[in-house]
């Protein structure tokens, strides 16, 4: 098992403070990909003023236990958007982000999509257009654990 590493509030701020720098393409939609994507989408939403704040939702993981397929379902009715940013936590394998991808592609196929995540692993099967850093280990962040101590 890899290093477990502690990520606070201040550090998910100032990483978005960061993304939103890099961020140089416009979108009307902001998607966060359940769990981990929602507090940053909501949180870009406030900083872009924008209420086009969606959520979809995955199950990739079991845990700290990778699934064998990734489960996309409680897709948004984007139709009358033009250009949707995915915001995720992290992009580990790929997977979820691929999956989400292609189901988005398939139901919107006249919808142009970037995506950014704060943390990417560089042996992913696919980049986002934009993120933040690489992770060193395995990221506990803040939302799954300050309500548990």
């Given at each position: ?20 720098q890099k961020i140089d393409q416009p979108f ?86 970037t995506t950014a995540s704060i943390f990417y ?29």
């Amino acid at each position: 098992m890899p290093e477990k590493i502690y990520y606070s509030y201040a550090e998910l701020r100032d990483d978005l403070k960061t993304l939103t720098q890099k961020i140089d393409q416009p979108f009307d939609a902001i998607l966060g990909i359940a769990r981990g994507g929602l507090s940053m989408a909501q949180m870009l939403g406030e900083y872009y003023d924008l209420r086009e704040v969606y959520a979809i939702n995955t199950i990739g993981y079991e845990g700290t236990q990778k699934k064998e397929s990734v489960k996309v379902f409680n897709i948004p009715d984007l139709k009358s958007v033009k250009q949707v940013l995915i915001i995720d936590d992290i992009v580990d394998s790929g997977d979820t982000l691929v999956e989400v991808l292609k189901v988005l592609h398939r139901k919107y196929p006249k919808v142009i999509f970037t995506t950014a995540s704060i943390f990417y692993k560089k042996t992913a099967c696919v980049k986002p257009t934009w993120y933040v850093k690489e992770p060193r280990g395995w990221i506990d962040f803040f939302w799954s654990e300050d309500l548990k101590n």
